[in-house]
């Protein structure tokens, strides 16, 4: 299957026990070596002025699709193989965790899903997956709907003011607003409390975005300096990162107590049955509160609710930046876009029903989600030995892993393979609707959503772990349907009534990453009012 990769691996180099002092003790230990994996020397140099997952696709197209990474101290093996990504997130999912990420994240999250312990993984997962049932999802499109609803009245009266002055546009940065109004949404959605950030501004708001910034400070910092004892004190970083955490605590103190105060204690059958939209809070967090059997600690729902509100937030937001992005450059597919929304929705908001017939703007995004993954790289550490399957020809008998071995799954070169897609950089959201071919290499599985696959989006199953922007197996997203059914309302509303077009030239906007994808400086945009649209959806 990849063939291609194989042949462009370098001649393969021993990882032996001297290549490097971190992985020395454990090779020992377990009397493993990875065999012949092919070993990608990198300079700190390297990284400079370009993002690590950049880096790592080049390596990936000279290396193949496993390699290790050496910098200095510190090595990786870093996996682009869908086979191989396959049995790290399935097949042995237990035998690995969160590693390095949940280092990072555990100051913050707590005990929440991303970072917690199996134990406590397990009755916590077991606890929210079912919070997000049918009945809730439908209610939540009626959120969607009136937080993009106060996005576009939003700009609306600033394009007012434009025209007023004789302006036919308006430029602004559409990655905060995007970042607003996900932020709006998971406020809501998850803990019924209403940011407001598209309107205002607030000490939680300023918290929220202060702490997400941490996190992504410590994403990418070599050196965890705020383990060190009085850092909390000493480093002005960190006592106000401190401080920013306390506000959110206490604001999520607060609602969990309000909750718990007027819980309604129900068997979760009859809680997913609830008429959500004759209820004036269909939060999950009022669902967690009001499970029967379900008595978890305040210090673990706010923990839940943490890792949720971080989770579901930045990586919304940047789905929504980068649709917006390859769809600016794109004129028309956004007039295809437009033909369709108008067609099915005839200038009415959208509803639950509406998505399925949006098919090519749910395409939109699932093919934004391939281009650019929220996060780029999914992040494990070994717990046991492990051998790797040999899910490609050049090793068939796979490659073995002593315990505590840092790996990256990199969902950006699998998603961009050569191996697996054809013309990889090309934005072509048709691309899912294309059979895959008889080679099995190129083209994609064929999703037909109306042969009642049971999605509406393409996922990891249907394309054999070779397109997986929700990772998969036990640890998948929870919010991945949410996620999918948000980022395509908001693109719909905005849609509806605006036309969009960069700035300036798609080079201009410098891409950086922490734990997802974003812009350096803002996307940019120049927004007007929507032209009539001429052409037909067919076209
Ligand atoms: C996990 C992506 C939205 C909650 C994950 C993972 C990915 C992902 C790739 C797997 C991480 C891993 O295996 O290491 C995304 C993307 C989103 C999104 C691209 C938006 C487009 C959301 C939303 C929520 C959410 C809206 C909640 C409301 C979570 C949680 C986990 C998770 C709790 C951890 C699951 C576990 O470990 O059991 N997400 N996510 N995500 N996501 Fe999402």
Redesign the pocket.
């Known amino acids: 299957r990849c063939a291609k990769a194989d042949s462009q691996r370098k001649p393969a180099k021993e990882w032996t026990l001297m290549d490097n002092a971190s992985n020395l003790l454990t090779s020992l230990l377990n009397g493993g070596s990875m065999g012949s994996m092919p070993i990608a020397e990198g300079a700190v140099s390297d990284l400079f002025g370009k993002p690590l997952f950049f880096a790592l696709y080049d390596w990936f197209l000279e290396h193949g699709p496993v390699y290790k990474l050496a910098f200095g101290p510190k090595a990786f093996v870093v996996v682009s193989d869908p086979i191989v990504a396959r049995h790290i997130?399935k097949e042995n999912a237990f035998g690995y965790d969160?590693g390095v990420?949940a280092d990072i994240l555990e100051p913050i999250m707590g005990k929440?899903?991303?970072p917690a312990d199996l134990e406590t993984?397990k009755v916590r997962?077991r606890a929210?997956v079912p919070g997000f049932h049918t009945a809730y999802l439908e209610a939540m499109v009626q959120v969607f709907d009136n937080c993009a609803a106060c996005t576009t009245e939003k700009l609306e009266k600033l394009l007012s003011i434009a025209e007023d002055n004789n302006m036919s546009h308006i430029e602004l940065d559409m990655e905060s607003e995007f970042s607003n109004l996900a932020l709006d949404i998971?406020g809501l959605?998850?803990f019924n409390y209403d940011f407001g950030s598209v309107t205002k501004e607030s000490p939680v708001i300023q918290a929220v975005y202060g702490t997400l910034s941490e996190a992504e400070h410590r994403s990418t910092f070599y050196i965890p300096y705020w383990k060190f004892p009085l850092a909390r004190l000493l480093v002005p970083r960190q006592r106000k990162f401190q401080a920013d955490l306390k506000v959110i605590n206490d604001c999520l103190d607060g609602l969990i107590s309000r909750a718990r105060e007027t819980r309604q204690e129900e068997d979760v059958e009859v809680l997913q049955q609830r008429d959500l939209s004759k209820t004036e809070d269909s939060s999950?967090l009022r669902f967690l509160v009001d499970m029967r059997g379900e008595d978890a600690s305040t210090k673990q729902l706010r923990d839940d609710l943490m890792?949720?509100l971080i989770?579901?937030h930045e990586?919304?937001a940047?789905?929504l930046t980068w649709a917006a992005f390859m769809l600016a450059q794109n004129p028309s597919m956004i007039s295809k876009v437009q033909a369709e929304i108008d067609s099915v929705l005839e200038g009415r908001r959208p509803r639950l029903e509406d998505l399925k017939k949006l098919q090519f703007l749910r395409l939109c995004v699932a093919e934004s989600?391939r281009l650019y993954?929220?996060?780029p790289l999914?992040?494990?550490r070994s717990l046991k030995p492990d051998t790797l399957p040999g899910g490609h020809k050049g090793d068939p008998a796979g490659y073995s892993i002593p315990k505590g071995v840092d790996l990256f799954i990199s969902?950006y070169n699998l998603h961009r393979s050569p191996d697996f897609w054809e013309e990889p950089e090309k934005f072509n959201p048709e691309r899912f609707l294309t059979p895959k071919a008889s080679d099995g290499i190129t083209g994609w599985a064929g999703f037909d959503p109306t042969k009642g696959q049971g999605a509406l989006y393409p996922n990891e199953v249907m394309s054999d772990f070779s397109f997986?922007?929700?990772?998969g197996g036990?640890?998948?997203?929870?919010?991945?349907q949410?996620?999918?059914m948000?980022?395509t309302i908001g693109l719909c509303m905005l849609l509806q009534k605006f036309d969009l077009e960069l700035r300036g030239s798609p080079e201009e906007v410098e891409v950086v990453t922490g734990a997802t994808i974003h812009t350096k400086a803002g996307l940019w945009c120049r927004l007007r009012r929507r032209q009539s649209c001429t052409l037909s959806i067919e076209s």
């Open positions: 997130l969160k990420l929440g899903l991303i993984w997962r929210i998971i959605s998850v999950l890792t949720m989770a579901g990586t919304t940047a789905v989600l993954p929220q996060p999914l992040i494990r969902l997986l922007p929700f990772g036990p640890r998948k997203c929870v919010g991945d949410f996620a999918f948000e980022s």
